[in-house]
């Protein structure tokens, strides 16, 4: 994630409601891309610095929740920003251990959409578009309910419980995973989704075919073949194991991975971190992006050994997974002949 800047001068950053320097408050404005300190008006909306002719409001879940400090333009007519429109079902949040666990979720959430639109992708909320649209259920288990973490048709379901690090890490240890998070799950989930808005029924799915496998082999018996017996073969042309269950898998595992390297090297350049091959250079090609996040991963798996914890990339990328890579890095660079069509 970049770092942004005050009008103080103050660095701040995306989470940040408030500058610690000159008080002002602090919300990200997503046609903007940027956190901006905002002015209130005096009738319930602000201005923003450099944009004298916009008027926001703030999300409600901002007023009402505090868990959200994402702005909506004062014309649009909505109450929520674009990353809480794109909720349907929230936890119940009268479990008073809900709210603090929603929060988690939903500042993950602001990170994977604030990738997408910085890739340019395209973030419509399911209530807008029910065939294409993208929404999230975010939900607990119930004695009559077992909430599955998964994709189905531009909807995300995610079990709250993933929300709590110390369930997360039982969930990671049984299933012999070797990365588990929040914000993983999202930007996997939300591989299946662009899955569909970029490549099926896209004039890439004979490529897709080519490098990933055929999804149309029966996904039951897949997932079913892997459970049973996970491949021990999988690290020059799979990105973890779980790629090996099945092609769908395959890329929402490597969509993911590609929205790792991509913010993780965007932090790193807005922090000046020096790579001993020199400068990263996001426009260009997808060799140079995997190169410079291989020495990144190295000085970030080092970092945490040296304070005592795991490595924080876990993975390697073989021959097979960097071309992988790169398909989904060239499909995103084509996306507007994709998405028409599509």
Not at 14 to 34: H, I, Q, R, S, V
Not at 300 to 326: C, E, H, I, T, W
């Amino acid at each position: 994630m970049k770092s942004f800047t005050c009008d103080c001068g103050n660095t701040v950053y995306f989470d940040n409601t408030l500058c610690l320097t000159c008080g002002k408050e602090l919300a990200f404005a997503p046609e903007l891309l940027e956190i901006k300190a905002i002015t209130p008006t005096g009738d319930a909306s602000y201005l923003v610095s450099d944009e004298p002719l916009l008027r926001y409001r703030k999300c409600r879940n901002s007023s009402e929740q505090s868990v959200c400090n994402w702005l909506v333009r004062a014309d649009e007519g909505h109450e929520l920003c674009l990353a809480c429109r794109l909720n349907d079902v929230i936890p119940d949040l009268t479990v008073p251990e809900n709210r603090e666990k929603w929060a988690r979720v939903e500042a993950a959430k602001r990170r994977l959409i604030f990738t997408l639109l910085s890739l340019s992708l395209p973030v419509v909320p399911k209530s807008m578009d029910p065939e294409r649209g993208l929404a999230f259920d975010i939900m607990s288990d119930t004695p009559n309910l077992k909430v599955f973490t998964g994709h189905d048709n531009g909807l995300i379901t995610l079990n709250l419980d993933e929300a709590d690090p110390v369930l997360r890490e039982r969930a990671r240890v049984a299933l012999s995973e070797r990365y588990r998070t929040l914000l993983g799950h999202l930007r996997h989930e939300s591989g299946h989704h662009y899955w569909d808005r970029l490549i099926a029924g896209s004039p890439r799915l004979e490529e897709y075919r080519a490098i990933f496998g055929d999804e149309q082999q029966d996904y039951g018996a897949a997932l079913k073949r892997h459970y049973e017996s996970p491949r021990s073969d999988w690290q020059e042309s799979f990105v973890s194991v779980y790629a090996t269950a099945h092609p769908w898998e395959d890329w929402a595992e490597t969509f993911a991975h590609y929205l790792h390297m991509v913010d993780a090297m965007e932090t790193a350049e807005a922090f000046g971190v020096t790579l001993p091959s020199g400068p990263y250079n996001s426009s260009a090609d997808c060799e140079h992006l995997i190169d410079r996040f291989i020495e990144l991963s190295v000085v970030l798996n080092a970092l945490n050994r040296s304070m005592g914890q795991g490595d924080a990339y876990p993975f390697a990328l073989g021959p097979g997974v960097r071309k992988k890579l790169a398909f989904v890095h060239d499909v995103i660079a084509a996306r507007p002949a994709l998405r028409a069509a599509a």
